[in-house]
């Protein structure tokens, strides 16, 4: 018999976790608490040392971008499958986590704002939402448990008005000798310390307990609970947002609390801190995370709120004295902003205590590209199709407007971006990176965001085209630049669209490189092509005839054995001592019982798929040519080579049909010769 299918109510009960229920409601003394940091010190961290355990708990791998050492799988989005990864900014995020460490350690940082520099979209958002949830999700495990204290009055509990850390309730003269014990068995490179005052609601009821108890503080924390929380932002608990706004309709309260109207008729005096809802920003963040969107809109009075609550770690509200808080606080800023700053003598005092981190666009075509397969994913795209390489070559136009022109004369802009995307470029090797970032330190600090080119994708893909190519794309980018707010002057302009050009010219050489690809699939043809040549070889040194078709003695073909050298950039007063060579090097294999096996050699492999490419060109003539007069033999070799393209590198028919149209279009245009050809 089969079992009766469980009720929706049954779903939900099972998907719960009764033990960790349990953890996550912990409720027992200060006693019980001081017993379990005996066993687990670390669960009094503060928060820069919360933070890094949060990372750590994640994980890092070596990163493979030149010049970062690590990449911090937090920022692969784990927690949102990806939605959110960050990719391309390992070296910067690395910077990040190394001055978060140095602020758990007690160096310096933690007394400074972390301040996240960088043009619109460059993902500066993102960072410190991940940054958020990875909190959040780390508050719910073992390792990330957090606990703060309640008061029980009369049978009435009250909370801590900032979830403060129970140790803050220890007399301070007991607080040196708790920090020593609980530091020898830490284990950790930072030590804990137990800084700060209690809040103001905290101070009343110790100050009114002791004076009930005749001093005796044994009693007094006796009426303490303490209890573990769990960071949220949608809750308002350790994780905070700040967001300017018009002046007129904002001021200090919304950072340190303000006054509660329906508890001060109760209690009649706006000094008594049970009238004041300690819910500004900066309340709410405590032991956690306190982020300032656009921080340098603000006015200067919040400002300097800020600068304070940093140097500090305290802040100042209404009719109350200095607040302890423990914090990260992170904000981040758009570069016009930061301009701003930077000539505003008046702003020293805040830019001394600011700790800079540019978060720069993408510079990696690579991994531009993973950002727009992430959004544009087949399986959102709702019967359209993206043609192999559009995303790379709107990447490719991306990263060409955010590169200065290099000062190498040898050296053009897409081969730079080239070389920044870790490829070989011919003359130019992977150590000259270094150098030419170092020339040009502002690079990705402007050009176009990813969130245009998103946009101008999606324009392409509500088009009425089911397949949407790489020149699609590249329409829509040029289109789109003759209205984009984004675009400055006329100048930018006008460089932007002479990028598109480049780029167009890029997918031309790759397109005919995957033809060229395509017809040496054929491997046939290039054995028999290889043959050909070295039967020519061995016949122009021995000065014999070579027979043709038909069995007729014929002279060797020189046409045919310079074309593939050259290919092979044998300079003409070389030819007669390479193929000597070439023939003592085969003869030799077949005396060692070998095969010449020509595909071994990448050069030689090469120059036989583009001398196999240019004798094909006939073929070609077919997507431009009539059908009715087309040789039926050279339709079906370029049935064969669409078939390949479409199996070798997924394209589908009418992709693949546009693509040999190009190809054939280029051909009759005596367009340049492909980058495999320059580099042969």
Known sequence: MHEPRPSLMDLALRAQDAEQRRKLNYDGSFADYLTLLEQRPALARNAFQRMIDMLEHFGSEPSRERGARRRWKLFDDPLGSGRDAVYGLDARIDELVATLRAAARGLGPERRVILLHGPVGSAKSTIVRLLKRGLEHHSRTDDGALYTFEWEIDGTRVPSAMRQEPLLLLPREARAEVERRLNRGLGRDWTLRIEGELDPVSRYWMGELMRRHCGDWSRVIEHVRVRRIVLSEEERVGIGTFQPKDEKNQDSTELTGDVNYRQLAEYGSDSDPRAFSFDGEFNVANRGLLEFIEVLK?????????????????????????????????????????????????????????????????????????????????????????????????????????????????????????????????????????????????????????????????????????????????????????????????????????????????????????????????????????????????????????????????????????????????????????????????????????????????????????????????????????????????????????TRLMRQFGYDELAADELLALVSSMLARNAPRTRGLEAA
Not at 386 to 401: F, K, Q
Not at 447 to 473: F, N
Not at 620 to 631: I, K, P
Request: net charge negative; charged share 30%.
């Open 298 to 642: 603000l006015d200067v009075a919040f400002l300097y709120d800020l600068l304070g609550a940093s140097q500090e770690h305290a802040i100042k509200p209404r009719k109350f004295a200095q607040t302890s808080i423990d914090e990260v606080i992170l904000g981040h800023t758009n570069e016009p902003e930061y301009r701003k700053l930077a000539s505003n003598e008046l702003m020293e005092a805040f830019r001394d205590r600011t700790i800079k981190i540019d978060i720069p666009y993408n510079l990696s075509v690579r991994d531009e590209a993973r950002i727009y397969e992430r959004t544009f994913h087949a399986s959102r795209l709702n019967g359209r199709t993206l043609a192999p390489h559009a995303l790379e070559m709107a990447s490719l136009w991306a990263v060409l407007t955010r590169l200065e022109e290099p000062r190498q004369g040898s050296l053009s802009l897409v081969r730079k971006a080239r070389l920044y995307d870790g490829e070989s470029v011919p003359g130019h090797g992977p150590e000259m990176v270094a150098e030419l970032r170092r020339l040009a330190p502002r690079e990705g600090l402007g050009g176009v965001s990813p969130r245009y080119v998103q946009d101008r994708i999606a324009a392409a893909l509500v088009g009425e085209r089911t397949t949407v190519t790489a020149l699609d794309i590249l329409a829509s980018l040029e289109i789109g630049l003759s209205h984009s707010s984004l675009v400055s002057n006329e100048e930018t302009r006008r460089r932007y669209a002479q990028l598109v050009g480049l780029v167009r010219e890029e997918h031309e050489q790759l397109a005919c490189e995957e033809v060229q690809k395509a017809l040496a699939a054929d491997g046939e043809a290039l054995d028999r092509l290889c043959a050909k040549y070295v039967e020519n070889v061995r016949a122009h040194a021995t000065r014999e005839k070579v027979p043709d078709a038909l069995g007729r003695p014929l002279a060797p073909d020189e046409r045919l054995m310079r074309s593939i050298e050259e290919k092979l950039e044998i300079a003409e007063s070389r030819r007669d001592d390479f193929r000597i060579e070439l023939l003592n090097f085969v003869s030799q294999l077949q005396r060692d019982g070998r095969i010449f096996e020509w595909r071994s050699n990448r050069r030689l492999l090469r120059a036989l798929e583009q001398k196999s490419f240019e004798d094909a060109r006939d073929s070609f003539q077919l997507v431009t040519g009539a059908a009715d007069v087309v040789d039926p033999d050279a339709r079906e070799k370029l049935a064969r080579i669409r």
